[in-house]
């Protein structure tokens, strides 16, 4: 159980346009989503916290306007890339958990390869 | 505000010697602290937590991690490494207070010798 899928895992787009990324718990209910982006070689980086319902909590230095979080359901959560341009280019990995306790855990997805040309 | 260190950022072994991966953390109260691996082009998959009880927690796989609340670290340990235990692992630290995300460590590149 506790299954994170993410959609899709792989994406090559070209600079301006805006690219939409899925995140789906498949056997539980997420009432929170976190997204998180990779560097090559670096750690996970936080961007933001996502409520069922509620706006996205972003993290400082992540603009908003550019990286569109939606959590409309307990299984969805979306990320939307927006004028992408190749600085946005990383791996991008959600995770949900069931509850809003740190001691909740993150089961994380699969990630996005994002390529911006 | 919490942090992470991963002291070595790339470790060789040798197939069937044992294996220590350090982590030392920073947080205001108990922490809840995690090892993750990570295959290439993969998503992280848990190895193992920490949030009370027994200081030395059991994993899968094998590995297993001791909590040592007086030098803030939580050191990850194999006895005898496989090579398909060559991927990328991170440290990670979460709790109750402040944001509830992980704060993950720049993770330690293992590498296994045949």
Known sequence: ?117 | AQSVTQPDIHITVSEGASLELRCNYSYGATPYLFWYVQSPGQGLQLLLKYFSGDTLVQGIKGFEAEFKRSQSSFNLRKPSVHWSDAAEYFCAVGGDTGRRALTFGSGTRLQVQP
């Open chain 1, 1 to 117: 159980g506790a299954v994170v899928s993410q959609h899709p895992s792989r994406v090559i787009c070209k600079s301006g346009t805006s690219v939409k990324i899925e995140c789906r718990s498949l056997d539980f209910q997420a009432t929170t989503m976190f997204w998180y982006r990779q560097f090559p070689k670096k750690s996970l980086m936080l961007m933001a916290t996502s409520n069922e319902g509620s706006k996205a909590t972003y993290e400082q230095g992540v603009e908003k306007d550019k990286f569109l979080i939606n959590h409309a359901s307990l299984t969805l959560s979306t990320l939307t890339v927006t004028s992408a341009h190749p600085e946005d280019s990383s791996f991008y990995i959600c995770s949900a958990s069931r509850g809003r306790r740190g001691h909740n855990e993150q089961f994380f997805g699969p990630g996005t390869r994002l390529t911006v040309l």
